[in-house]
C-alpha cells in the first residue's frame, strides 16, 4: 500500500483533478512552467483501477482522459 504521486504538464494556471474509481479525488494547480504533481492523500491499496484526468483551463473550458492502472506497491 503506497501513497501514489502523479505528474504532468499542461498549460499554466489550470486546475488538475486526478479520481480515482470515482471515489478518491485530488487537485492541484498547474506552475508557471506547466508542471503539476498530486499526491494521494491517503495509501492507496494495491489493485486495479479506473483513473479520470480532468483539465481545467483559466477560461473553464475542461478536458478528462480515462485510464486503467494498476497499483502494485510492495
Known amino acids: 500500500v503506497a501513497q501514489?504521486?502523479?505528474t504532468g504538464t499542461t498549460a499554466a494556471g489550470s486546475t488538475i483533478s486526478v479520481a480515482f474509481n470515482?471515489?478518491?479525488?485530488?487537485?492541484?494547480?498547474v506552475a508557471t512552467d506547466g508542471t503539476w504533481t498530486v499526491t494521494a492523500g491517503a495509501a492507496i491499496p494495491n489493485?486495479?483501477?479506473?483513473?479520470?484526468?480532468?483539465t481545467t483551463d483559466a477560461a473553464g473550458n475542461s478536458v478528462a482522459s480515462t485510464y486503467t492502472v494498476t497499483q502494485s506497491a510492495k
Open 4 to 6: 501514489p504521486v502523479l
Open 22 to 29: 470515482e471515489s478518491m479525488t485530488y487537485k492541484a494547480t
Open 47 to 54: 489493485g486495479k483501477y479506473t483513473m479520470t484526468i480532468t
